[in-house]
């Protein structure tokens, strides 16, 4: 694995291996010291064109905790705000040694153009781009659910131990995606990731927040959230945020995506109401930031089967692997170790 681009090129053993690394990464964060030696000597850029904070933090923390040399570079403050290109921009990290470069961009194919276009030679992490995709959000997301449902907690079991899911898939898991997905690259990256690992997958949302060609992605598509917690009785519920920067003219509602935020709940947020149709074992999760009070109340985010605050500790340990994978040798005997 040369970078990491899309979920879609993802196989099935690829996306497993990165999962199994997770796994053994996450039990390394319980000890007392949680840095490791991997990947010394290394320099990973996180090359940001967009404001984040759970995901540049988490790349952050992952290559800190592997102990290479982690450079922050910011569109806001920097050359690009004088009209520096991508090229330019990717010559000069180049230049510095860059070994990955991790890149949020604004526009579509950032990222690939980035890791195709000859400009340098680093591993090219896509943290982002467009509406496109998220590759390592979809990850933590299979991670989150393998820990919770894999393996054979089929019959609702929850527990931390890792033993029993390694090299597992997620087979058989019915998990429904609602909400905005036309904006949503982490749906995008999500129904491909999941359909790889043998999950089926559902999304509700109103017609308008549909992307044109979502009847050729490997899911099924319903317009009616309850109707789908009653006839799916999905595992997991993915709350998606409602992207209202994303929508022209939207102000406080939905512009012409939904008549009013209070609409929009009502037909397609998580309360407590709902959140008591689905089964025991249901876990409910979110990729955060939360618009508390549309696509998810206060009850539905801080209730027991909430896993929205552990995705973001399994995104460290996802992040890791990703990194350790790519930076660490193509082939196992080449690895540094990882305990």
Same mark, same amino acid.
Request: proline share 5%; net charge neutral; hydrophobic share 40%.
């Given at each position: 694995?040369?970078?990491?681009?899309?979920?879609?090129?993802? $196989?099935?053993? &690829?996306?497993?291996?990165?999962?199994?690394?997770?796994?053994?990464?996450?039990?390394?964060?319980?000890?007392?010291?949680?840095?490791?030696?991997?990947?010394? /000597?290394?320099?990973?850029?996180?090359?940001?064109?967009?404001?984040?904070?759970?995901?540049?933090?988490?790349?952050?923390? %992952?290559?800190?905790?592997?102990?290479?040399?982690?450079?922050?570079?910011?569109?806001?403050?920097?050359?690009?705000?004088?009209?520096?290109?991508?090229?330019?921009?990717?010559?000069?990290?180049?230049?510095?040694?860059? +070994?990955?470069?991790?890149?949020?961009?604004? %526009?579509?194919?950032?990222?690939?153009?980035?890791?195709?276009?000859?400009?340098?030679?680093?591993?090219?992490?896509?943290?982002?781009?467009?509406?496109?995709?998220?590759?390592?959000?979809?990850?933590? +997301?299979?991670?989150?659910?393998?820990?919770?449902?894999?393996? &054979?907690?089929?019959?609702?079991?929850?527990?931390?131990?890792? $033993?029993?899911?390694?090299?597992?898939?997620?087979?058989?898991?019915?998990?429904?995606?609602? !909400?905005?997905?036309?904006?949503?690259?982490?749906?995008?990256?999500?129904?491909?990731?999941? =359909?790889?690992?043998?999950? =089926?997958?559902?999304?509700?949302? #109103?017609?308008?927040?549909?992307?044109?060609?979502?009847?050729?992605?490997?899911? &099924?598509? *319903?317009?009616?959230?309850?109707?789908?917690?009653?006839?799916?009785?999905? +595992?997991?519920?993915?709350?998606?945020?409602?992207?209202?920067?994303?929508?022209?003219?939207?102000?406080?509602? /939905? /512009?012409?995506?939904?008549?009013?935020?209070?609409?929009?709940?009502?037909?397609?947020?998580?309360?407590? @109401?709902?959140?008591?149709?689905?089964?025991?074992?249901?876990?409910?999760?979110?990729? !955060? #930031?939360?618009? @508390?009070?549309?696509?998810?109340?206060?009850?539905?985010?801080?209730?027991?089967?909430?896993?929205?605050?552990?995705?973001?500790?399994?995104?460290?340990?996802?992040?890791?692997?990703?990194?350790?994978?790519?930076?660490? /040798?193509?082939?196992?005997?080449?690895? %540094? #170790?990882? *305990?």
């Amino acid at each position: 694995m040369k970078h990491l681009l899309s979920t879609a090129d993802l $196989a099935r053993e &690829d996306a497993i291996t990165i999962l199994d690394t997770a796994a053994q990464m996450a039990a390394t964060q319980s000890r007392e010291i949680k840095k490791l030696p991997t990947l010394r /000597g290394r320099t990973v850029v996180n090359l940001f064109y967009e404001d984040s904070t759970r995901t540049r933090i988490s790349f952050e923390t %992952a290559a800190k905790r592997l102990s290479a040399d982690v450079i922050n570079f910011s569109a806001k403050g920097s050359s690009v705000s004088k009209g520096e290109s991508l090229k330019d921009t990717a010559l000069t990290l180049a230049a510095m040694g860059a +070994d990955a470069v991790v890149c949020r961009h604004q %526009a579509s194919g950032a990222p690939h153009l980035l890791a195709h276009a000859g400009w340098l030679d680093s591993a090219v992490v896509n943290a982002g781009d467009g509406m496109h995709q998220h590759p390592t959000q979809a990850l933590l +997301d299979a991670f989150t659910m393998r820990r919770h449902l894999g393996g &054979d907690r089929t019959d609702g079991r929850v527990g931390p131990d890792d $033993a029993l899911v390694r090299g597992a898939d997620l087979a058989g898991l019915r998990v429904a995606i609602v !909400g905005d997905v036309l904006h949503s690259r982490v749906a995008r990256s999500n129904v491909h990731l999941l =359909h790889t690992l043998g999950a =089926h997958v559902t999304l509700v949302a #109103p017609p308008t927040l549909l992307p044109v060609g979502v009847g050729t992605w490997p899911c &099924d598509v *319903s317009y009616h959230l309850d109707e789908t917690l009653r006839d799916v009785a999905p +595992d997991v519920v993915m709350m998606l945020r409602v992207q209202r920067e994303r929508m022209s003219g939207s102000g406080t509602g /939905g /512009g012409a995506f939904f008549p009013n935020p209070l609409e929009y709940t009502r037909k397609y947020g998580l309360d407590a @109401r709902r959140l008591a149709l689905l089964p025991p074992h249901s876990i409910v999760m979110h990729p !955060g #930031p939360m618009n @508390r009070g549309l696509e998810i109340s206060a009850e539905a985010a801080d209730s027991p089967r909430a896993v929205i605050v552990e995705q973001v500790a399994n995104g460290v340990a996802i992040r890791m692997a990703v990194l350790y994978l790519l930076l660490a /040798g193509d082939d196992s005997t080449e690895r %540094a #170790p990882i *305990s």
